[in-house]
């Protein structure tokens, strides 16, 4: 290993110092496709950002005009909804009417011209509903964000979309790039610059692209350049960059060549064994403590080496995340879950299966993508898909981060906050970061012994799953104490030792089809787990 990496390195110092041009190319390249892929990420996020705050201040001008209003329609209620329109920016009008679309009153006494260009959508969280709409002789789409009021009517308040025409914001795009607003569902809202020529992009084009969404509300924004228009503004750095490289590559190939002889580097066998998948997918199954059916299984992983070593995850998940390895890492995962597990979904289609991702996937956005393209062509659909939050490292509140999680419970996907209670799962993120499961880490199941009536520790995290209507799954469940310690306090998922340790693929599928074609009870299951 020590030798070939030695050869990998003199051999790159050779192309440094007679090729400097490569050098440059690929040097400047990742710059650009760096500092642009930023700029387009940005610039999505501050769209989102606007158009989250423009819905959030239209919901929250509606319901300021409801409650300072003793009923609807009266020259107080106009005058509220005047006053709400003056001091909104985006604001546009606020409209009663009942629910054939009878008009009876709005803020400036006249008739209010829209057509609905979308169904409503609920936004989760809120009472209201959010719809696009034409509106007047505006060019720009409309937002229309609607209360019902009683029975019979209801109450909406108009915003733009976008606080630009879309000729002035065709203005700002690059040669050949596009911005396009769509509702999650797919329905197109806004479509700016050369889209055709994007959707019509072949499969070698080369495009700097970022997409994000308009925080909990339904809408995604998409940003894509061909690299070619963004490569060329960067001519001027070429010749700067050629004569560092040509004074820095006598240097680079010393360095490399002493580096190649007394060091090794962990990070080039990891890369090469994700590269030739030997990075395996394990399934450890999830049991219902009630019925003793499988629900599903968590993705664990082993690295098993050519030469049939096997090396348990602790060695080197950690120094993947410091690395940035565990992107392509967990991508490779995917790529191998869905392989295997297609049949398996197909048959089972109830069947969970949780994926493990870590901090720096919640800095990138891209994640979601990889999710689609994996998972959106497969049986295996987006809500048997559980992502657990490994959080080794704590993740920042920022809109990257609620990008993410609002992207992935977009697609149907649902988040599972692992280890809680333990290292930086702090509890406060459960109610800001829409987890959907919380995974109970084993060091507070060990605290059952036999004879246990009572755990407090552990009884408070059922309790608070329980409070924010999160479901419960048990980890490290090894002796039948546990499992009906668990079962009693209402838990109604686990794993663990007692069920069946983490299963190649094979082994798994066996155990999920005998589990499925005879329904045992939990007795049988563990003695099926340790056949397979």
């Known amino acids: 290993?020590?030798?070939?990496?030695?050869?990998?390195?003199?051999?790159?110092?050779?192309?440094?110092?007679?090729?400097?041009?490569?050098?440059?190319?690929?040097?400047?390249?990742?710059?650009?496709?760096?500092?642009?892929?930023?700029?387009?990420?940005?610039?999505?996020?501050?769209?989102?950002?606007?158009?989250?705050?423009?819905?959030?201040?239209?919901?929250?001008?509606?319901?300021?005009?409801?409650?300072?209003?003793?009923?609807?329609?009266?020259?107080?209620?106009?005058?509220?909804?005047?006053?709400?329109?003056?001091?909104?920016?985006?604001?546009?009008?606020?409209?009663?009417?009942?629910?054939?679309?009878?008009?009876?009153?709005?803020?400036?006494?006249?008739?209010?011209?829209?057509?609905?260009?979308?169904?409503?959508?609920?936004?989760?969280?809120?009472?209201?509903?959010?719809?696009?709409?034409?509106?007047?002789?505006?060019?720009?789409?409309?937002?229309?964000?609607?209360?019902?009021?009683?029975?019979?009517?209801?109450?909406?308040?108009?915003?733009?979309?976008?606080?630009?025409?879309?000729?002035?914001?065709?203005?700002?795009?690059?040669?050949?790039?596009?911005?396009?607003?769509?509702?999650?569902?797919g329905l197109s809202i806004v479509s700016i610059g050369d889209v055709a020529g994007f959707d019509r992009r072949v499969a070698n084009s080369d495009y700097i692209s970022a997409q994000g969404y308009a925080g909990q509300f339904p809408i995604r924004v998409e940003l894509s350049v061909p690299f070619a228009m963004v490569r060329a503004k960067y001519a001027d750095l070429d010749f700067a960059f050629t004569i560092i490289a040509c004074i820095a590559s006598g240097a680079f190939l010393l360095a490399s060549l002493n580096y190649a002889r007394r060091s090794r580097v962990p990070a080039f066998d990891l890369e090469r064994a994700i590269e030739r998948s030997e990075i395996k997918p394990y399934y450890q199954p999830v049991i219902n403590l009630r019925t003793g059916e499988l629900v599903g299984c968590e993705v664990l992983c082993r690295w098993e080496k050519r030469n049939g070593q096997v090396i348990p995850p602790g060695a080197f998940i950690d120094y993947a995340e410091v690395t940035g390895l565990a992107i392509p890492m967990t991508v490779s995962l995917m790529e191998q879950v869905r392989n295997d597990l297609s049949e398996l979904c197909r048959t089972l289609p109830d069947l969970k299966i949780s994926i493990n991702l870590f901090e720096g996937h919640f800095r990138d956005v891209g994640i979601v993508e990889d999710v689609q393209a994996i998972f959106g062509q497969s049986p295996i659909s987006f809500r048997q898909l559980v992502f657990e939050i490994t959080e080794r490292r704590p993740l920042n509140n920022s809109m990257a981060t609620t990008s993410v999680i609002s992207g992935l419970h977009a697609l149907g996907a649902r988040l599972a906050m692992d280890d809680a209670g333990t290292g930086h799962s702090n509890l406060a993120y459960l109610a800001t970061l829409g987890v959907d499961v919380i995974k109970i880490d084993r060091i507070f199941v060990d605290m059952i012994k036999p004879g246990t009536t009572q755990v407090p520790v552990l009884d408070g995290l059922i309790a608070m799953a329980r409070d924010l209507d999160c479901e419960v799954v048990a980890e490290g469940v090894e002796t039948e104490e546990q499992a009906v310690y668990l079962r009693s306090r209402g838990v109604l998922h686990a794993q663990g030792y007692i069920f069946a340790p983490a299963l190649k693929v094979g082994a798994f599928k066996e155990l999920a089809l005998a589990l499925h074609a005879t329904a045992p009870g939990p007795a049988h299951i563990a003695g099926t787990a340790a056949a397979a």
């Open 1 to 185: 290993m020590k030798s070939n990496l030695s050869h990998v390195l003199v051999l790159m110092g050779a192309i440094l110092a007679f090729a400097p041009i490569i050098a440059v190319d690929h040097l400047l390249d990742a710059y650009v496709r760096h500092r642009e892929k930023a700029i387009a990420q940005q610039y999505v996020e501050d769209v989102g950002s606007h158009i989250n705050a423009s819905i959030t201040d239209g919901v929250a001008a509606l319901r300021g005009v409801i409650a300072n209003s003793p009923s609807l329609c009266t020259p107080t209620f106009v005058a509220n909804a005047q006053a709400a329109i003056e001091s909104a920016i985006n604001l546009k009008q606020v409209l009663v009417e009942n629910f054939d679309g009878v008009q009876y009153c709005d803020a400036y006494g006249r008739t209010v011209s829209y057509s609905p260009l979308s169904q409503p959508l609920p936004v989760p969280g809120l009472t209201e509903t959010l719809s696009v709409v034409k509106l007047g002789d505006m060019t720009m789409p409309a937002l229309r964000v609607t209360q019902t009021f009683g029975d019979t009517r209801r109450i909406s308040a108009f915003m733009p979309l976008l606080g630009q025409s879309e000729a002035a914001l065709a203005a700002t795009m690059r040669d050949a790039g596009m911005m396009r607003v769509t509702l999650t569902n």
